[in-house]
């Protein structure tokens, strides 16, 4: 079945970077548009960043807007997030999902952890 593998995930420091990736299978990548969503402790689950299936279109959420960068490398079937000047609230649990046509599919997300 269709696998979506983020990884990239950890602790970093105030101010410091990370870059997620998601891995996939068994999915026409170049089909459906990614995105990333993050759910913290707590909260409800929100929309981080994505991407067109082309790379052409990006929308970021207006708390990580400026600081994120969403990527994607259709030859390798991966999606990126660049993540620059991390806060303690961008804290959370990171998810890769594909969506494309009236399929949805997600990772088992990945751990974001920003802390002194």
């Known amino acids: 079945q269709v696998q979506l593998v983020e990884s990239g995930g950890g602790l970093v420091q105030p101010g410091g970077s990370l870059r997620l990736s998601c891995t996939t299978s068994?999915?026409?990548?170049?089909?459906?548009?990614m995105s990333w969503y993050r759910q913290g402790s707590g909260k409800e689950r929100e929309l981080v960043a994505a991407?067109?299936?082309?790379?052409?279109?990006?929308t970021y959420g207006v708390s990580v807007k400026g600081r994120f960068t969403i990527s994607r490398d259709n030859a390798k079937n991966t999606v990126y997030l660049q993540m620059n000047s991390l806060k303690s609230e961008d804290t959370a649990v990171y998810y890769c999902?594909?969506?494309?046509?009236?399929?949805?599919?997600w990772g088992q997300g990945t751990q974001v952890t920003v802390s002194s």
């Open positions: 999902n594909a969506r494309g046509g009236a399929s949805t599919y």
């Open positions: 068994r999915l026409t990548f170049s089909v459906h548009s």
């Open positions: 991407i067109s299936s082309a790379g052409g279109s990006t």
